[in-house]
């Protein structure tokens, strides 16, 4: 019997961690404006919605094994109403895909 060493990575780089958030977060911006076009109209959605990183973290050791980071964003899209969206996410290693588990709307 043969055994052949292979090395498996549970750890995404830094990087591709956030190009998925980047990914992420542009897709929800579109389904949130979609979905406000949808129930009214375009003319309550901002000419370029965006989206604000409030925080991000990545973690190590331990603290890494289930969620390899977190972010806090906030979402700007509606036109004339001063409301925003804040949702928070978390980076699954396991999944390796961001995972939305929060969201609120606050006034600004």
């Known amino acids: 019997m043969v055994i052949i060493p292979f090395l498996i990575s549970c750890a995404d780089p830094p990087f591709r961690i956030h190009e998925r958030l980047e990914a992420t977060l ?8 979609a979905q406000v076009i949808k129930g009214s109209s375009d003319t309550n959605v901002l000419e370029a919605p965006y989206f ?3 925080d991000l973290r990545e973690f190590r050791g331990d603290t890494a094994k289930k969620f390899a980071a977190y972010a806090e964003v906030d979402f700007y899209y509606f036109k004339d109403i001063k409301i925003a969206e804040k949702r928070k996410y978390r980076y699954s ?9 929060f969201k609120e709307l606050f006034y600004y």
Not at 26 to 33: F, H, I, R, S, T
Request: hydrophobic share 35%; glycine share 4%.
């Open 26 to 33: 542009q897709g929800d911006l579109e389904n949130m404006v």
């Open 52 to 54: 604000v990183i409030r």
């Open 93 to 101: 290693t396991s999944w390796h895909y961001w995972d939305r588990y």
